[in-house]
């Protein structure tokens, strides 16, 4: 019964790759997050998806690309993986958004070689 | 733009003291605080929040947390920490629903 899920839990991958994420929540929130959480821990968010429309899309690199085909999956695909791209991505859902509980996921652990 | 302070990097408690962890934020319209905790390799947990009314708001765990709107601060507080509580610990606020987190507090709590 986990609420927020992703996979993969771990992704080791070469420089140049193109590899995604997958994130569902099974609380039917109508909204979805991605954060990106470097080595120091700093935690900063991506994008968010409202009913599958982008409401929020922070300053992040092209190859960064969000798809939401339905409001309970939120995937996030990355091109041309680079070094810096190293880090742990969480999905967030909530219901609603100002001032509501966002439910993390457990996290994807990326290292780029 | 809103922007978070934590002001200590890491805190190092041994078990059953207090432990009181610094947050201040910078706002120039109305907030939404939270407290959020990330057990080793896990994803985030919200302790509490503030969205109104009492300044003092309880949380998950013995937690709580007083929102200070003159000192632009929102601490969280617990009055007897154990060793499960040792964690990475931040503050975040809201504007437009999504969260801007601070750099976090690493809380060890030693035997």
């Known amino acids: 019964d986990t609420a927020v899920s992703q996979t993969p839990k771990y992704l080791v991958t070469q420089m140049g790759n193109d590899k995604s994420i997958k994130c569902e929540q099974n609380l039917g929130h109508d909204t979805m997050y991605w954060y990106k959480q470097d080595s120091k821990k700093f935690l900063k968010i991506m994008f968010s998806y409202n009913n599958k429309e982008l409401i929020i899309n922070e300053t992040v690199p092209n190859r960064f690309s969000p798809k939401s085909p339905d409001k309970a999956h939120l995937n996030l695909h990355i091109n041309s993986l680079e070094l810096g791209d190293s880090a742990v991505y969480f999905c967030a859902s909530s219901q609603g958004r100002v001032g509501e509980t966002q439910y993390f996921g457990p996290g994807t652990r990326l290292l780029v070689l | 733009a809103q922007s978070v302070t934590q002001l200590d990097s890491q805190v190092p408690v041994f078990e059953e003291a207090p432990v009181e962890l610094r947050c201040n934020y910078s706002s120039s319209v109305s907030v939404y605080l939270f407290w959020y905790v990330q057990y080793p390799n896990q994803g985030l947990q919200l302790l509490l929040k503030?969205?109104?009314?009492?300044?003092l708001v309880k949380g998950i765990n013995g937690f709580e947390a007083e929102f200070n709107k003159s000192q632009t601060s929102f601490h969280l507080r617990k009055p007897s920490v154990h060793i499960s509580d040792t964690a990475e610990y931040f503050c975040a606020v809201s504007p437009g629903g999504k969260l801007i987190f601070g750099q976090g507090t690493e809380l060890s709590v030693k035997p």
């Open positions: 503030y969205l109104s009314g009492s300044t």
